[in-house]
């Protein structure tokens, strides 16, 4: 069985089959289960500074998210210029924390940094467990609706013990 510790890496340090099994994960639960029909993949996958973290098991990736850094803030995200993701776990291993537990070592790695995310409305509590709090309206994004969340930056150290998951 493979490691189930979360992996991270960028674009150059993906394997083919790393990026693959990633890219199957979330057309499977994007277009097939929720039916989204706008692109999926873009270049933000393939930036040098984008992190791709996931949790495997025997049958490839149970849960994923990227992280991409843009230059400055973009409309929409607050001060952040990190943001996280396409977050998606596989139907087989939902409810078990695995999308917790990888947002808590992102957390651990980034929150010394504002950080945001555009969380589809029912996903709010997972978020919000990991120190996102909404902000703004509810819109819709791919025709799902969704809502601005925003981390406030912590010391390094408090963010290490506020990201620890038991």
Known sequence: ????????????????????DIAALRTEVFFL????????????????????????????PATYLRVVVDGTPQPGNRDARTLIGRV???ADRRG????????????????????????????????AGVGFAAYGD????????HIGMHRAPTSPSASAQGARVG
């Open 1 to 20: 069985m493979p490691d189930s510790s979360p992996q991270c890496r960028t674009w150059p340090d993906l394997s083919l089959d790393e990026f693959f």
């Open 96 to 127: 078990e924390g695995l999308a917790r537990r990888l947002l808590a070592h992102v957390v651990e790695r980034h929150g010394h940094e504002p950080l945001a995310l555009h969380a589809q409305v029912y996903a709010q509590p997972l978020y």
């Open 33 to 60: 289960e929720q039916r989204i029909d706008e692109p999926e993949l873009d270049a933000r996958d393939r930036e040098p500074t984008t992190e791709h973290w996931w949790i495997a098991d025997d049958r490839g």
């Open 88 to 90: 998606v776990t596989r």
């Open 138 to 145: 509810e819109y819709l994004e791919a025709g799902i609706p």
